[in-house]
């Protein structure tokens, strides 16, 4: 589906583009800077969007889709004319050793070389820095969910904007810490940047105030005690343990709930500490339900979930997903029976018309999926 740009860069489908050089940014991370290879403009994109990319992954029978942020101010790399990503080698699970490394984190990370070309999908995401507001803003991650947060940072600091920007980074250590020095330096430089990183477990030439402000996690109270106060715009971005426990601090600390913005690496998670929906029996009537076919799940449509995709995680149904944002298709799935809305009217729908992506889209009444 590959389709050639616009004069600004825009393009449809897949685009090819070329990696230009590279950089270790921690021993888990490496940024990727890509250029287009038809020499081409780039589009600009929204600090915290991502790109998404359809790998050749040996011993995979189908491309791999996976989404990368891109990390780096839109206008900082060359004036806008590179695309950067920061990834992190994802290893098999502490408990699952026998089981394969991650397939697009490993593939980045052990074959592509400074000359590869990729098959990249444009610039997408709803999660993005909200320039229309000019209120403290604070960026809060957690591991390589720092990506958005650098370049959200980088953007405000290009455009010499003063809201107060505050940089709160969890890690787990030193080795693992990426773009320390760039956000130490513009903490040190820049009059209304601060940064604060916490490390779960020093290693032994982690220092403190040099390489980090304090050990453990990032606390209520440490917010409390950094922060001017709740009434802030606050950016999370990290694994679902760190997203739910930041996110019912920020609520219990007084934070409205439309001032706090969030993305997921990964399947989603119910953030806030309040009871799931039920599951309902297959014949239960009345109310919407949505079936999950393959796997034998009902459920109720209680409204509150905001796609299919996040209904299907909360009760445990297998779905794939990559961008979740309609841009990628890795969520397409066959609509058995019933009718859906989508909910981002950006999607790209599939061509098949009995698939829908379940990630952008939400049941107009009962609704049976091939899942
Ligand atoms: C919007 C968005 C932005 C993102 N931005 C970034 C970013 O800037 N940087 C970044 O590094 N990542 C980012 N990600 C995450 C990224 O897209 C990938 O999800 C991540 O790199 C892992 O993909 P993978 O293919 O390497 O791992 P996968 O192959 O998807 O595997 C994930 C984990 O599952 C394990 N696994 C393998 N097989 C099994 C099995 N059978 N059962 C159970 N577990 C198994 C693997 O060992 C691995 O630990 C982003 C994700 C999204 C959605
Ligand atoms: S997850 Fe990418 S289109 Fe749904």
Redo the contacts with the bound molecule.
Sequence with gaps: MSESPDNFGHWKGTRTFVVDSMAEESRT?TSFYLRPEDGGAVPAYKPGQ?LSFQLDVPGHDKP?V????L?DSPSGLENGKLYR????R????KD?PD????????YFHDHVTVGSTLSVIAPA?DFFLHEDRDGPVVLMSGG?GL?PMISMLNHIVDQGAERPVWFLHGVQNGSEHAFRDHVRQLAETMENVRAHMVYAEPGPGDVLGRDYDAEGFITTQMLESLLPGPDCDFYLCGPPPFMKALYNALLGWGVQESRIFY????PATVLKDAPAPTPVAADSVGGVEVVFQKSGVTVAWDGLQESLLVLAEAHGVEADS???SGVCQTCACRLVEGEVEYTNEDAFLPDDESEILICSSVPKGKVILDL
């Design positions: 991370v991502f791999v996976r989404s990368y942020t990390s990503l920061s990834i992190k994802e290893p098999a699970p699952q089981l394969p490394p991650g397939a697009a984190s490993n995401g390589v990506t993305e997921f690496f990964g990559a961008c979740r």
